[in-house]
């Protein structure tokens, strides 16, 4: 299976990716995670790529391409794309790289979440500075605001997780990603995924459109 994970920051694309990929055996690239590593890291790439993450802009298509392309070509057949394509350049990049290649996607997951669940769901994030314990500070905040429970360090938020930042992902995600649902329903092998719910419940439903996406295409190639 080769799936593209569609879905706005918060939906729990992330959380799902890696279920599926722990489910079936699948690769994971998750382009977030590859710019987030390599401005840690302090790389050439991760020097471009900082401001754009900040400020929750996209880091521009060719660079992108590039990285997720090389990814691909590093990993055996069956890999989930987490947070790419982002763009329809992306997605038409993509489509005819992985024509040539003889691995065409063969499932496309939309996670769908409303935009202001969206917001609480990563705005309210905060982590532990000392022992990484995670909390919300809607959903699952600790007894002293900004203080952990399990350490009594500092609670920290990720500077890409300011609602102010977040807001602005959504936006480029209604007005850039969003279209990318319309261009793989119109290939036929895209799937919409209510994110509302457990982990284990999104799961289920992410498993059953897999399934029914695999039925429905018998040619061996797509799958
Ligand atoms: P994510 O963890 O998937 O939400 O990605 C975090 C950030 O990485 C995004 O806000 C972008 O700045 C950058 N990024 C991740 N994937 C892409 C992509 N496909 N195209 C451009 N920028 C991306």
């Given at each position: 299976?080769?799936?593209?994970?569609?879905?706005?920051?918060?939906?729990?694309k992330?959380?799902?990716?890696?279920?599926?990929?722990?489910?079936?055996?699948?690769?994971?690239?998750?382009?977030?995670?590859?710019?987030?590593?390599?401005?840690?890291?302090?790389?050439?790439?991760?020097?471009?790529?900082?401001?754009?993450?900040?400020a929750g802009?996209?880091?521009p298509?060719?660079?992108?391409?590039?990285?997720?392309?090389?990814?691909?070509?590093?990993?055996?057949?069956?890999?989930?794309?987490?947070?790419?394509?982002?763009?329809?350049?992306?997605?038409?990049?993509?489509?005819?790289?992985?024509?040539?290649?003889?691995?065409?996607?063969?499932?496309?997951?939309?996670?769908?979440?409303?935009?202001?669940?969206a917001?609480?769901?990563?705005?309210?994030?905060?982590?532990?500075?000392?022992?990484?314990?995670?909390?919300?500070?809607?959903?699952?905040?600790p007894?002293?605001e900004?203080?952990?429970?399990?350490?009594?360090g500092?609670?920290?938020?990720?500077t890409?997780?300011?609602?102010e930042?977040?807001?602005?992902?959504?936006?480029?995600?209604?007005?850039?990603?969003?279209?990318?649902?319309?261009?793989?329903?119109?290939?036929?092998?895209?799937?919409e995924?209510?994110?509302v719910?457990?982990?284990?419940?999104?799961?289920?439903?992410?498993?059953?459109?897999?399934?029914?996406?695999?039925?429905?295409?018998?040619?061996?190639?797509?799958?």
């Open positions: 299976m080769r799936i593209v994970l569609l879905g706005p920051p918060g939906s729990g992330g959380t799902q990716a890696r279920r599926l990929v722990d489910r079936f055996g699948l690769s994971l690239i998750a382009t977030g995670d590859i710019f987030r590593w390599n401005v840690r890291e302090g790389t050439e790439l991760g020097h471009r790529a900082k401001a754009y993450l900040d802009e996209l880091v298509d060719d660079v992108t391409i590039a990285i997720v392309m090389a990814a691909i070509d590093k990993v055996p057949d069956g890999f989930i794309l987490d947070g790419f394509p982002r763009t329809i350049p992306q997605a038409e990049s993509l489509e005819s790289e992985l024509a040539a290649r003889g691995r065409p996607i063969s499932s496309v997951l939309a996670f769908i979440l409303d935009e202001e669940e917001v609480k769901r990563i705005a309210g994030r905060r982590t532990c500075a000392n022992c990484q314990a995670p909390y919300n500070v809607f959903f699952n905040p007894v002293t900004g203080i952990c429970d399990v350490c009594g500092p609670l920290v938020q990720r890409d997780e300011s609602e930042t977040v807001r602005r992902r959504l936006e480029v995600y209604r007005e850039q990603t969003a279209p990318l649902l319309k261009f793989y329903s119109e290939r036929g092998f895209l799937r995924i209510d994110a719910g457990t982990e284990e419940e999104v799961t289920q439903r992410a498993v059953a459109a897999l399934a029914d996406l695999v039925g429905k295409d018998q040619s061996e190639s797509r799958i």
